[in-house]
């Protein structure tokens, strides 16, 4: 059986030994049995019912983590692993210049010594289900337009989570959209709050390779952090942060295994990733393309030379910074590599011959005929291109770029805590706590003053907000002495200081003034295309549809919508350049890009690390085939954003990996999974224990895992 394939009928399925390319992101709950015959044909060693029915289902292993990445359950006292940059945000918090935990590593040596996180979860996902034909069913009943299931959605969420509610109180629901529109899901979460962190390596080996290596193969990034639900003593459920809380008990923990793997492999991730649009539509790929990820890579760029040379220049700006660069560094690269895949794959192409075919099918059967139009939706994409691109630019630059617009944004769109009587609104204020220690001014001016001269310089003079005109006027057109003003009258940035709403001076406010006029702008922005995108949203769900019934004999995945989808394939490599890539990578190959630091700041590492991968001998982590101490490795399942810290399974459900990472040629997967060349990079379970034993001397962690 052959897994549905965007483009089956153009591209060839190959790999190095000749192993199938299993493309799917695929839920779990309705998996089809076609679906599971194929994994067991590949080594899938498990009932069907074990992946989720069930308490003990391998389901109840794997957590969403705080909204971002995903994480599994390690061991019976609720320890949790997901990648070192899932928890990024977590260690650089607790870092101080004088405890930098971010540079140095953290031990929790007891449950006493973890560190509690505020904003960080857990979730677990307890059920979920089809409710396609009741929300239709309610639509016809009540004569609800399409245009209206928004809100019918949001009444009908409402009513089921209060029904999940009464099973538990801890439980809450959520309803998403699958296959473009075409389906809805109901599913179950209990979410813990009290997350705490545990065990965190130093960032050189968290990071290791920096963004030279990232999405590049060959890796030796061991790139995992631990964590610990905790849990109400009493009920061992979710319970707001105390002292009193315990370590929580698992119904389903993953065993973590140190029996390895060899080319060829059953592999399987499960976890939850982020977003893809694999049924995206030719136009809307070139849209991507121009409008969206060159903005990002471009405005990122500008961005990040900067925040880099301050970040250099100073560690405790570092410490600040470290996580944001990160995070905008991640798809500022992510951005270049898929506008090179592609063009050099010719994906518009690839697209464009595959909506032929449905052209075709819609003349044979008349399926949708007078309804799904492909040429009324490259005129719709066409109408809003110049908006949309200038909308990216805006929210590149202004969205979470610097602190002053941030809290001009925030108190623009209410999302500041009003205080004062409440009978009185002339009284009524806000005030900005002092976060100095997020932040740095001058970084955070040079930035501002930088990205404002950008946005001007690329984007028609009807998208520029009237504030410009103060730079002009005033200013002579010098950002950086607008900057200055901004930061030195706006009460916006007088931390401790009360800015009432409703007098005289709030909107002179320059700060207040200037969040004014973005908020005006980006108004004008959404009205200028919203009716080009109602259009296209209803355009790209029927074109959805018709692949589902054109190809209606093959089971399909819904695109990705960070709800948790089941991945499977082969461990092994591919070919790099036209060479073989090898599917692991071992410890000689990290000591060799350790020594030369001298040349790539990104390859340092410290002494201690040197050490520990210059061993003869690595028992017991050493694998058993080749006799090496093995760090990363490659497998074909699929992968996006979202997926980072998902476990890796053996054909058993034995925890032999962790994903982190795609390679260069993956970096086109969000709209389309090149069996070639994409490939899945995973943290050896064995590095991750070597370096919790061997640098960590962490006893107790090991015991606790307690690996097979």
């Known amino acids: 059986m052959k897994k549905l394939f965007l483009f089956l009928s153009v591209v060839t399925m190959f790999s190095v030994q000749q192993a199938k390319a299993d493309e799917g992101m695929w839920t779990m709950y309705n998996l089809p049995y076609a679906v599971y ?56 918090s607790h870092s101080t210049v004088e405890h930098d935990y971010m540079l ?73 959209a699958f296959y473009e529109g075409n389906k809805y899901y109901a599913t179950t979460y209990q979410m813990f709050t009290d997350l705490r962190l545990v065990f965190a390596i130093p960032k050189s080996m968290g990071k290791f390779g920096g963004e030279t290596d990232n999405w590049m193969w060959p890796r030796q990034t061991c790139d995992f952090s631990v964590f610990r639900i905790y849990a109400d003593p009493e009920t061992n459920g979710p319970a707001a942060y105390s002292e009193k809380n315990v370590p929580y008990h698992p119904k389903r923990y993953a065993q ?63 410490i600040k910074y470290d996580s944001k660069y990160a995070q905008s560094s991640n798809y500022w690269k992510n951005s270049i590599g898929m506008n090179k895949c592609i063009d050099s ?28 139009d492909l040429d009324e939706l490259g005129k719709q994409y066409k109408s809003r291109f110049e908006a949309t691109r200038a909308m990216n630019y ?20 209410q999302q500041v805590e009003v205080q004062g009587p409440a009978d009185n609104p002339k009284k009524q204020y806000c005030v900005f706590k002092d976060n100095s220690n997020e932040w ?59 800015l009432y709403f409703n007098k005289k001076g709030f909107e002179k406010d320059p700060g207040v003034d200037m969040g004014i006029d973005l908020m005006s702008q980006i108004a004008l922005m959404y009205i200028s295309v919203n009716e080009a995108s109602e259009k296209i949203t209803e355009q790209e769900k029927m074109l959805c549809a018709a692949k589902l019934r054109m190809e209606e004999d093959m089971p399909h995945y819904s695109d990705a919508n960070f709800t948790m989808r089941l991945s499977y394939g082969q461990v092994g490599g591919y070919l790099l350049n036209g060479s073989p890539s090898g599917y692991y990578t071992t410890a000689e190959s990290l000591l060799a890009k350790m020594k030369r630091s001298n040349e ?29 101490m093995q760090l990363c490795f490659l497998t074909n399942n699929d992968i996006t954003g979202g997926n980072s810290g998902s476990p890796m399974f053996n054909g058993k459900g034995e925890l032999i990996g962790l994903a982190f990472d795609g390679n260069w040629d993956s970096l086109s997967s969000d709209i389309f999974f090149d069996t070639k060349l994409a490939r899945c990079i995973g943290v050896d379970i064995r590095f991750v224990l070597y370096l919790i034993d061997r640098w960590g001397h962490s006893d107790r962690l090991m015991r606790e895992i307690n690996a097979k």
């Open 37 to 92: 015959e194929q994994m067991k044909a590949e080594g899938f060693d498990m009932p069907y019912d074990a992946l989720y029915q069930g308490e003990g289902a391998l389901k109840g292993c794997v957590v969403n983590f705080s909204g971002y990445c995903s994480g599994v359950v390690v061991s019976p006292d609720g320890l949790v692993f997901t990648n070192h940059h899932c928890g990024f945000e977590s260690i650089r």
């Open 104 to 176: 140095n590593g953290f031990i929790a040596k007891s449950y006493e010594e973890e560190l509690p996180n505020e904003n960080m979860y857990v979730s677990f996902m307890i059920d979920q289900r089809d409710i396609t034909d009741q929300l239709q069913a309610i639509a016809a009943k009540n004569g609800i337009a399409d245009n209206a299931w928004d809100s019918l959605i949001d009444s009908v969420q409402t009513v089921m989570n209060d029904s999940v509610k009464n099973i538990d109180k801890t439980y809450h629901l959520e309803i998403d």
């Open 256 to 318: 973590v295994s140190m029996q390895g793997y060899k080319e060829g492999d059953f592999a399987m991730t499960v976890g939850y990733p982020g977003s893809t649009s694999r049924y995206l539509s030719s136009y809307g790929i070139q849209e991507m393309r121009d409008a969206e990820n060159s903005v990002r890579a471009q405005v990122r760029g500008v961005k990040q030379e900067i925040m880099k040379r301050h970040m250099d220049a100073s560690e405790a700006v570092r």
């Open 345 to 372: 794959v010719g994906i518009v192409q690839l697209k464009q011959q595959h909506e032929a075919r449905i052209r075709a099918y819609q003349d044979s059967t008349g399926f949708l005929k007078g309804k799904l």
């Open 394 to 413: 805006f929210f590149e630059t202004f969205y979470r770029s610097n602190e002053l617009v941030t809290r001009a944004l925030k108190i623009n769109t």
């Open 440 to 498: 740095d001014a001058p970084l955070d001016k040079e930035v501002l003053a930088a990205l404002l001269k950008n946005y001007r310089d690329n984007v028609p003079a009807e998208y520029v907000p009237e504030f410009y005109n103060i730079i002009d006027q005033k200013f002579k057109g010098n950002y950086k002495k607008y900057v200055d003003y901004l930061y030195k009258k706006s009460v916006l940035m007088k931390s401790g200081k009360k």
């Open 600 to 628: 790539n700041e990104e390859y340092f590492a410290e002494p201690v690390m040197h050490d520990l991968f210059s061993k003869t001998n690595y028992e017991p982590y050493t694998d058993k085939t080749t006799g090496k």
